[in-house]
Structures are given as structure tokens and as C-alpha cells.
């Protein structure tokens, strides 16, 4: 079945890194990928989505671009800053138009 | 005003008992869902609701049962609580489904069970 995997967390970076958070995954079709963001006990937001081959989204300064020849559609951010601290998870849209999710990448920003 | 709301927000209870989480969205959306959260922070799907009928009911427990009395209501019944149900829960939204569909979460029950 369809399947997202995400690098393992947690990810500490300094304030002002470049971020990358992987993800990659399998699917059947031509998916629409997106990125969720969790911060500490909130629900999860909409980040960006992008729903075809070579598409990118962005928002808030993070940017992913849909990968079809790598199946990877990995998170991007220039500078980084405290308040990104949060759970990102990568998720697909499948053949039955069911989200499956990635299991998750912790982000700690230290000042 | 908030699109997906759940109440309540924490909820503590003992072993054995029945609770009730209850979940509304102002979205207009044709399907909701609820998903369990582990303290890994692992999402699973238990339910899938779209216009009052159930159309995805994962591998859960029969302690766990959905009610939707209108498109716009989800709520999760649980009986007989075990230690194992404590987690967060998140009741979501989304309009009927295409691949361009993105889900609007509620902020989430943290159920304990003590």
C-alpha cells in the first residue's frame, strides 16, 4: 500500500540553520503531497501542499517541491527561528483520497 | 471563530469508565474523521464519517464507537476505558474528498486514563 517515511527526529539546529526535513514515499497514481505543522499542544495546520510533479509549495519562509523521478517531496527553510520549534509531519493524499501520514519529525530551534 | 472544535480539551478518568469526546465543524465539510494520537505523536485513523455515514472504520476496539447526528458533528463514544486509550484525539474535517484535499484538525482531547 501507499506509505510516507520521513527522517527520524529530533532535529536541533541553531537559530538561522537551513533546514531540510526529508520525506519520501510510495504510492500508486499521482498522489498530492503535503506538510503539516503541530506546535507544542495545538492540532495539526496545513503548511503546504503542492498536488503535481515539479509543483512547489511554500509558506512562512518553508518550501517543498514534488520530486516524481525521486518520489520526494522534502522541507525546506532558509533560517530558521525559535518559534518553527514543532512536529512536522509529511502526509499523501492516495488512490481512495485517504491522507496517509508520515510518522513525524520533531524540531528544536535553540536561541 | 473556530473552524473544528472539540471539547473537551483534557479529559481525566479511571479505568472502566465510559466518556464521550464531542467534535464540530463550521467548515461546511462533507467528511470527518477521527485520528489518535500516540505519545510518539504517531497519527492513526479510526474513523471517517462523510455525510453521516461511516465510510472508514480502521482496526479499533468496539469500545470505541463514532455517532455523527449531522454532517457537521462527530462525536467518539468510548466504554470501559483502558489504560492503553490514553493519548490525544483529534477530530478533523476536510470537503468530500479529491486528491487536492487537505484535512482542518480540531486542538485536540488529551484523554488519560488513570
Known amino acids: 500500500g501507499d506509505s510516507v517515511t520521513q527522517m527520524e527526529g529530533p532535529v536541533t539546529l541553531s537559530e538561522e540553520a537551513f533546514l531540510t526535513i526529508n520525506c519520501t514515499y510510495t504510492a500508486t497514481g499521482y498522489p498530492s503531497l503535503f506538510w503539516y505543522v503541530q506546535y507544542p499542544g495545538e492540532g495539526l495546520q496545513l503548511l503546504l501542499k503542492?498536488?503535481?510533479a515539479d509543483d512547489k509549495g511554500s509558506n512562512k519562509g518553508f518550501e517543498a517541491t514534488y520530486r516524481k523521478e525521486t518520489t520526494s517531496f522534502h522541507l525546506e527553510k532558509g533560517s530558521v527561528q525559535v518559534s518553527d520549534s514543532a512536529v512536522y509531519f509529511c502526509?499523501?493524499?492516495?488512490?481512495?483520497?485517504?491522507?496517509?501520514w508520515g510518522a513525524g519529525t520533531k524540531l528544536i530551534i535553540k536561541p | 471563530d473556530t473552524a473544528v472544535s472539540q471539547t473537551p480539551k483534557y479529559l481525566v478518568t479511571q479505568m472502566g469508565n465510559d466518556k464521550s469526546i464531542k467534535c464540530e465543524q463550521n467548515?461546511?465539510?462533507?467528511?470527518m474523521y477521527w485520528y489518535k494520537q500516540d505519545s510518539k505523536k504517531f497519527l492513526k485513523i479510526m474513523f471517517s464519517y462523510n455525510n453521516k455515514e461511516l465510510i472508514i472504520n480502521e482496526t479499533v476496539p468496539n469500545r470505541f464507537s463514532p455517532k455523527s447526528p449531522d454532517k457537521a458533528h462527530l462525536n467518539l463514544h468510548i466504554n470501559s476505558l483502558e489504560l492503553g486509550d490514553s493519548a490525544v484525539y483529534f477530530c478533523a474535517s476536510s470537503p468530500y474528498p479529491t486528491q487536492r484535499t487537505e484535512a482542518f484538525f480540531g486542538q485536540g482531547t488529551r484523554l488519560t486514563v488513570v
Open positions: 502526509a499523501l493524499s492516495d488512490s481512495n483520497y485517504q491522507l496517509i
Open positions: 503542492a498536488t503535481k
Open positions: 467548515l461546511g465539510h462533507d467528511t
